[in-house]
């Protein structure tokens, strides 16, 4: 029988990850497309081959590199983007074949940025206040101007959650959404 599918999205530093973990906790399979990319961009020949053509060997397997160069550039983010989104897609895809839960959990930053909701049955938002984000992460560097706001995903999404609380609160909101999905999968 084929998993329900969630996908977890929110902006940076919201709490997609600890919701992906709650989920996990609840005997969700999981996976984040975060760590794909990370994978690919250490292990995939084939991404290497190409990054090391575009950009040189100093690149190849530095993401702080890559960052350097493609959050300044919007032609070269999109040239990345074009490399590594339909091998990521292809991944969680295989993953998703192999789900034996009922439930399968992909965290997936850009999700609407890149029109991937359709492709799951249900869409989790997670975001947080400014001012918890930004206690959370680095300073800023522009890369929130190229996403969906936070206000349009939540409209479009099955379950959001505002991360202003406890790992506890973020449990229980998980618990729901999973008792919800559990009970409209079985009817």
């Known amino acids: 029988m084929r998993p329900v599918t969630v996908a977890i999205t929110g902006g940076i ?3 997609k990850s600890e919701a992906l973990n709650a ?4 005997g969700a399979a999981t996976v984040s497309t975060d760590a794909v990319v990370h994978d690919l961009l ?4 084939d991404v290497r081959s190409a990054i ?8 190849v397997g530095d993401r702080r590199r890559i960052g350097e160069i493609v959050f300044t550039d ?3 983010l999109a040239w990345l983007e074009g490399v590594l989104h339909p091998r990521t897609r292809a ?3 295989e993953w998703l074949a192999g789900v034996e839960e009922p439930i ?3 965290e997936i930053p850009l999700l609407y940025e890149t029109g991937g909701e359709s492709r799951f049955d249900a869409v989790v938002v997670v975001t947080a206040p400014p001012e918890t984000r930004a206690a959370r992460r680095a300073p800023a560097d522009g890369r929130e101007t190229r996403l969906v706001p936070d206000e349009e995903k939540m409209r479009r999404a099955d379950f959001s959650y505002v991360n202003d609380g406890s790992l506890e609160a ?3 909101f998980v618990a729901g959404v999973l008792d919800k999905l559990l009970s409209s999968s079985a009817g």
Do not use: K, N, T, Y
Request: hydrophobic fraction near 50%.
């Open 13 to 15: 530093a919201a709490g």
């Open 23 to 26: 989920f996990a906790r609840r």
């Open 42 to 45: 250490a292990h995939d020949e």
């Open 52 to 59: 090391r053509a575009r950009w040189g060997d100093d690149a």
């Open 74 to 76: 919007p032609s070269e």
């Open 91 to 93: 991944a969680v895809d």
């Open 104 to 106: 399968a959990a992909v």
């Open 170 to 172: 973020l449990d229980a």
